[in-house]
């Protein structure tokens, strides 16, 4: 059974940065288009981050674009997160998140396309 371990995350001030880690088992992990996703209370939980199998694509929600970075390891069966210049409206639980690539539009960040999820991080960035 596929699984995704979440570590990283935690508490800093805005401006300040954080790293997220995934590790991926279970799983054919290099098949798998990888995301990550953050949600706060009562609201949906929404695709951040996106990359492809390979590493050499990539997708950014306009609200982090310039400030977060996704990268993953193939070799490692790892995603990581890092997270700059952090603000307060960035503070939520984030999940990382794997989707089969082909035929699945994975890129989409739609939710229900991700087969796994990591168990989540929680990340507070105070003013």
């Known amino acids: 059974q596929g699984q995704l371990v979440q570590s990283g995350g935690g508490s800093v001030q805005a401006g300040g940065s954080l790293r997220l880690s995934c590790a991926a088992s279970g799983f054919t992990y290099i098949r798998h288009y990888m995301g990550w996703f953050r949600q706060n209370p009562g609201k949906e939980r929404e695709g951040v981050v996106g990359i492809s199998t390979g590493g050499t694509a990539t997708y950014y929600d306009g609200s982090v674009k310039d400030r977060f970075i996704i990268s993953r390891d193939n070799a490692k069966n790892t995603l990581y997160l890092q997270m700059n210049d952090l603000k307060p409206e960035d503070s939520a639980m984030y999940y990382c998140?794997?989707?089969?690539?082909?035929?699945?539009?994975?890129?989409?960040?739609?939710?229900?396309?991700?087969?796994?999820w990591g168990q989540g991080t929680q990340v507070t960035v105070s003013s």
């Open positions: 998140a794997a989707c089969l690539d082909a035929p699945f539009p994975c890129e989409t960040l739609r939710r229900d396309l991700y087969s796994f």
